[in-house]
């Protein structure tokens, strides 16, 4: 059984940055994409970034140039380095790997943007 664990979320100043990462526990062997998605309190889950196997990366046009998506594939970890944030990146992140016959999904994160 695979369980994906997020960490690093909290509360942040607009303008201030957050690192969460997600890290797998128990045995991938092969994941494809990974991604970041996030919702925010009446609001549809939407999706944040993504890194492709080959470490091409794309973004959400809210988040392109204040967010960077990565990952350790030794580790089986994903990294969303965020900056420049603003209040209405509040919301919970989760994150998302794309395996051969599924996807899994992270429990949740709350990143909360306040002055």
């Known amino acids: 059984q695979v369980q994906l664990v997020e960490s690093g979320g909290g509360l942040v100043q607009p303008g201030g940055s957050l690192r969460l990462s997600c890290a797998a526990a128990?045995?991938?062997?092969?994941?494809?994409?990974m991604a970041w998605h996030r919702q925010a309190p009446g609001k549809q889950r939407e999706w944040v970034a993504t890194?492709?196997?080959?470490?091409?990366?794309m973004y959400a046009d809210a988040v392109k140039g204040r967010f960077t998506i990565s990952r350790d594939n030794t580790k089986n970890m994903l990294m969303l380095q965020m900056s420049s944030l603003k209040p209405e990146d509040t919301a919970v992140y989760y994150c998302?790997?794309?395996?051969?016959?599924?996807?899994?999904w992270g429990q949740g994160t709350q990143v909360t943007v306040s002055s």
């Open positions: 128990g045995t991938i062997f092969r994941i494809n994409a």
């Open positions: 998302y790997f794309n395996v051969d016959f599924g996807h899994y």
């Open positions: 890194v492709t196997a080959g470490g091409n990366t």
